[in-house]
């Protein structure tokens, strides 16, 4: 058996983990199992986890509902080519997310992961708009995106992330450069009429001049999420699709996040009632277990690429529609139709509501918002994360803050107590920071 330290001291000298340097200054936490909403760490203590593994594990840890679509998947074939061949997992998944999205999505290509399930979207408008020779906006090129925004981690995705305050700004000079607004100042749960208005006119005068280069407004609707947690109102939502449509360009939503009931709507554009020309998932569609996502778009996207000069969509990973991952993601998206999904999310808000208004009190903190399954403490300068982090796990939950946002989004299957639990380490911790 591996010596723990020796395990800890090889991964901090040679593994990178997300947005480390080499070698990590701070060691992991290391983990040597998972169920419900606990992890497990190899000296047997239980931590809450409230980050449900970057918002992705929704029924929690070691499902055997899971387990079991896993286990026969795997026993009839863990993978094969989508190239040619086609198969069972991948032809239910397709149906179901068709039958479930927002009407007149029809048309799904399988992605590695949410970066490229938004670079495959990304394609496909530019695609549109070139090979549509017909169409007078042939030259469309250039996204428009709403600072604060976050969209992934490759190329394509780090030019449409916020420019300024997002954790890209350093690869700037080697993008492409793309046109952005000022995200809402409106916020979700208090939408004042005049600042949605100047809101909404900042796009408006974007697009009066320059919608003839802009192929697509891309957003992450009702929730920002790696941008900032930021919530804003349905109403700024729907007068995008507007606006799309006045000004002839396409909508792409980016639900990686917010997909699968996380807002408390089962697709976050269900709150503005509207429909994206392109909608992008990811991270809870598997439940947390395999990398897996998501692009759906609209006939009408389909036929501008189908008829164009190149009449195929530019884009074919090697693990596309991998059949394991399809039949996890099938049983994910079963068990949670088959559940109260909508009560529980709503009995998180409620709790979250309750026992993180606390908070409030310490001047150390900005804001406090919750909004369906997600409930997020803003300080008012970013707190250390070495010294943040330890404190969390000493207080046996699992919380992993960025930049100036402690936040969580539970497990919906997470009960009362351990929200309360982890509300209470919370408060405990920004208390240590507040003295």
Sequence with gaps: MTDSNDSLLYDQQ???????????????????SAHGCRLVLDDDRELIDGMSSWWSTIHGYNHPTLNAAATEQIERMS??????????????????????????????????????????????????????????????????????????????????????????HLFKPHLKQQQFVPRPNSRFHNTDATTLASDIDHVRTL?????????????????????????????FLSAMRQLCDEFDLLLIADEIATGFGRTGKLFACEHANITPDILCLGKALTGGYMTLAATLCN???RAGIA????????????????????????ASINLLLSTPWQDNVNRIETQLIQHLAAANEYSSVADVRVLGAIGVIELTHAPDLATLQPQFVAHGVWVRPFGKLVYVMPAFIMNNDDIKRLCSAMIAVIQQIDT
């Design 14 to 32: 040679h593994i990178w983990h997300p947005y480390t340097s080499m070698p990590n200054s701070t060691p992991p936490v290391l983990v040597q």
């Design 79 to 168: 993978h094969v080519m989508f190239g040619g061949l086609t198969h069972n997992p991948a032809i239910d998944l397709a149906r179901t997310l068709c039958d479930i999205t927002p009407d007149g999505l029809e048309y799904v290509f399988f992605a590695d992961s949410g970066s490229v399930a938004v670079e495959v979207a990304m394609k496909m408008a530019i695609q549109y708009w070139h090979d549509s020779k017909a169409r007078a906006g042939g030259g469309k090129h250039q996204f428009l995106s709403l600072a604060g925004g976050y969209h992934g981690d490759t190329f394509a995705t780090m030019s449409v992330c916020d420019p300024i305050t997002g954790m890209h």
């Design 207 to 235: 697009l009066e001049i320059s919608h003839h280069d802009i192929a697509a407004l891309i957003l992450e609707p009702i929730v920002q999420g790696a941008g900032g947690m930021y919530f804003y109102p349905p109403e």
């Design 299 to 301: 006939d009408t996207v």
């Design 307 to 330: 008829n164009g000069e190149h009449n195929v969509l530019m884009h074919g990973p090697t693990f596309m529609a991998n059949p394991l991952a399809c039949a996890v993601a099938n």
